[in-house]
């Protein structure tokens, strides 16, 4: 993939947020010499088994941009994800800026509204969201360009976002001791997996990629900034010439042996909404547990 109106000489300041709840880490991309800012990935807090929704997570964020002065343009979410709950609306309404996500969420709202057993009011065309990014779509933080990378195959919504000479990879890859993520859920896709981590290690050596979970295999402290380099070289499930066969049956394999993440249920209701919490007939927040749906 080229990418022509992305300056990989600049150099945004990146700041993350470890959720140790979830193992998410969110991200806060702001323009060398202004103000103007992104946030990547945002959680929401809940305690499942109590029905309640707090917002730690997204305060800590919160406070860094109003103790900075900074001006958030965008929210993105790289996917919906299916193990924590956003924030974005949360945020949105304190600090502004617009919610996106990948052009193909239409695809995963077509599939879950069936899984939730949603309604009509349900719309799933994307509505929910400010903005719907196709592949190599760009969009400006302030004076710096950023632009997307379509990288299915976890989900067929993944998308990479390129932002200077940093790439936030959704769950598109983990550090290179965790290896790829999983593509069982409905919608996934081990081969699209593999080849979008390919296009994704196409791009420079020394692009540096920001993960949007850390689990510190073996017991080693929780990390989340690596390169293309680094990935090509050591990632365990791409190293040693990694065949598009070998990588299909690796994963395969491997998700077989997967338990569903703990907040599936509610995640996916609210994520594919951009992070509202759906209502029962009388207004009232509620969510729904689809029984053998997943």
């Known amino acids: 993939m080229t990418l022509p109106n992305v ?10 947020f470890f959720d140790e709840a979830t193992n998410t880490i969110s991200y806060v991309v702001q323009e060398p010499d202004g103000p103007a800012c992104a946030i990547i990935d945002s959680v ?5 088994a109590a029905g309640r929704i707090t917002h730690d ?3 800590e964020i919160l406070r860094h941009v109003q103790d900075n002065g900074l001006r958030v343009e965008w929210i993105i979410e790289t996917h919906v994800h299916a193990d924590h709950l956003s924030a974005a609306p949360y ?20 599939v879950f509204g069936k899984v939730f057993n949603e309604g009509t009011e349900f719309q799933r065309d994307g509505s929910q969201f400010d903005a719907l990014f196709e592949d190599g779509a760009t969009y400006q933080i302030g004076a710096m360009t950023a632009q997307v990378m379509a990288t299915p ?4 919504a993944c998308m990479v976002h390129i932002i200077g000479n940093a790439a936030f990879v959704g769950d598109t890859l983990f550090m290179p001791d965790g290896g790829s993520a ?8 081990a081969g699209e997996l593999y080849d979008s981590i390919q296009k994704l290690l196409s791009l420079p050596d020394d692009l540096r990629l920001f993960m949007c979970h850390d689990y510190g295999p073996g017991g080693r402290d929780i990390a989340w900034e690596t390169t293309v380099g680094e990935e090509k070289r050591t990632n365990i499930h791409l190293k040693d010439g990694q065949t598009r066969e070998e990588f299909i049956a690796l994963r395969e394999e491997r998700d077989a042996t997967l338990a569903m993440p703990k907040l599936i249920i509610p995640s996916l209701q609210v994520n594919m909404r951009a992070g509202e919490v759906p209502k029962d007939k009388k207004g009232n927040p509620m ?4 029984i053998n749906g997943l």
């Open 7 to 16: 300056n990989l000489s600049v150099e945004p300041r990146v700041t993350g």
């Open 182 to 189: 999983r593509a069982d859920f409905p919608g996934g896709d």
């Open 57 to 59: 997570s997204a305060d």
């Open 153 to 156: 195959g976890h989900t067929p």
């Open 91 to 110: 945020l949105q309404e304190q600090l502004g800026g617009k919610i996106g996500i990948g052009a193909r969420i239409m695809e995963v709202q077509e």
């Open 287 to 290: 969510l729904k547990v689809p």
């Open 44 to 48: 929401m807090d809940i305690d499942y």
